[in-house]
């Protein structure tokens, strides 16, 4: 899974991404309590916390983002159950930002700032494939905006 990641590409292959590997079940209990949005985390038996270095990169965001998703994308490969928990730009409470929450919990620098908590493990339930129809082909433009793309 981790491989996947570091072979993604990055703005001018800087990589300026830093992984966290979670596999203390106390320590994902707590980044569940990141938000309430991450509480699918409490089930996770593995949570990787993707994380980009900000004097590597200005793009971190968009390289980390690319690396985050192709652990989703090797997890799924290998029957695993993958979810994105965002963490960057979010609140865990009035007078903390979810990323300050999990820098602190696990001991991350300043200058490396947290995208994001990915969980894996075993999906609870197997979720309904996207059917025809729920597909927005009318976001897909030729040439131009607003030209339909068939």
Known sequence: ILEAAFYSPSSRNRRPWHFVIVDDREL???????RRALRFL???ALAIVVCG????SS??????????????LAATALGLGAC???????QHSEEKSAEDYVRELLGIPEHIRVLCV????????????????EIMRDRVHLNYFGKAFK
Do not use: C, M
């Open 53 to 56: 270095d900000e004097n590597i």
């Open 84 to 90: 994105w928990g965002h963490v960057l730009d979010r």
């Open 59 to 72: 793009a971190w965001v968009f390289d980390a983002s690319i690396a985050a998703e192709h652990i989703q």
């Open 42 to 44: 409490e089930t996770a």
């Open 118 to 133: 990915i969980g894996i493990g075993y999906p609870a339930e197997d979720k309904e494939e996207h059917k025809e129809e």
């Open 28 to 34: 994902i209990k707590k980044l569940a309590n990141t």
